[in-house]
């Protein structure tokens, strides 16, 4: 029961994404024509999303250009099963061949250095200049730097954050593979809001049931920044006191003050001290540098450090970048910072540029869904799930119903469903 109801809720099967995208192509305007050219800018969860759909609903009307840097994504999603062996980066790689032949995007293979949003024009890393009626900023997320890292410069590149997929996780699987059952891991989590807030409990938790299996124990100290767990609260804490007990030690209140990468030794800002052979430091997190070094000021929100946007289309909240969409992390909303969340935040906003593209109306009863599935053993997972509404009064996304469910522990069962909804999910990005 718990499991049907969960699928029909999340929409996280085939049918699901289809279910979502029909609803949403219902609401367009029939009849106009959609013309206008869009640049769109960062080929991840969130930009490749929006280029195929502006296309694949808007038709051959919208130009639509993406400007990514790299020729191949690797998915940050399941990159924690390839510090444990479980995948491959390669078998987390995905490009940008079925955008190009099958829907018409055009791609460019530099990063965006500069924005003009009078001129509405975008210079790329090699001079080339671009002009939009519409810009979507899709440039995910960068980090502030760790407080206070000493040690040998050798040393201190050990300290890696593994937070986006790619060299980093294959040095940290590399670091975890050396270790021994009398070794210790210590992962450090950021405060919120930082992507993906199940994450770095689901690494922990991975992490533990390798040492177990694969080195005869060992231990992972986990220092979170924040007062508690920041997501699916019930599967963790049994997973932290029952599943990996005697392995993880998850210190609540814990943000770092400093790291000494020679001794391996972290201290917290209550003064506490841990030794590990292994230090997984994630630093905090802020909008991709396109957005926080723009100079435009499309870092309007929380702090300083995110995108402020109305989550109706998308588009900024400072009424002097009329025409420019921030979707996916660096965006500041009431959702969390997800690959799933991001993928639907680019077919609202598709939707809206397209409905704005035809003369028609924007939908004002946006709806979004995120869910997030757990490995947290070899075999099993857990998940978490969330549909969300427009709320007119508050002007953001609201969670509806249940609000964020959890499943009731982990299971084989959620397991099986967790590669299909990741497989679904990455196919309805880049396919
Ligand atoms: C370990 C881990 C596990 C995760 N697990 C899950 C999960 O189970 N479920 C889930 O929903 N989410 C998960 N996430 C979160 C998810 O990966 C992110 O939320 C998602 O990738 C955000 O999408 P995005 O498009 O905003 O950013 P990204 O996917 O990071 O894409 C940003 C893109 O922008 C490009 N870019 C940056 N700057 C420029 C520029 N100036 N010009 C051009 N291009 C630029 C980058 O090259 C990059 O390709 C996980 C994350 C991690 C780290």
Redesign the pocket.
Known sequence: MERRRFLQNIGATAVGFSLLKSSMAAQLSASAEAVGSVVV???????TTVAKYLRFWGGTGVDVTL????AT?YS??F??MVLTGERTLSQLSYNYSTLKSKYGVKVQNY??SSIDPVGKKVTLSNGVVLPYDRLVL????DFEPLPSLTGTTANQAKIVHA??AGAQTTSLQNQIKAMTSKDTFILTIPPAPY??PP?PYE?ACVVADYLKRTKGGGKVVILDANPGIQAELQNFTTAFNETHKGIITYVPNAPIASINADTMTVKTSSGLSYTGKVINAIPSHKA???ITDSGIGLANGLNGKWAGVNVLSYESTNLDLAGIHII???SSTTQP??????NAEAKVCADAIINTFKGGTINQVPITN?S??TPITKTTASWLSVVYRYDPASKTMLPTGNGITESNGATSENYEDMLKWFNNLMADTFS
């Open positions: 800018v960062g080929g991840g969860m969130a930009g400007v990514e840097p790299n994504y940050n999603i990159s924690n990063s965006v899709a440039p995910g997320i937070w986006k992507r993906c994450g690494r991709g540098k396109l996916g992390d660096s910072k997800a690959g799933h969340i991001a995120s997030c599935f």
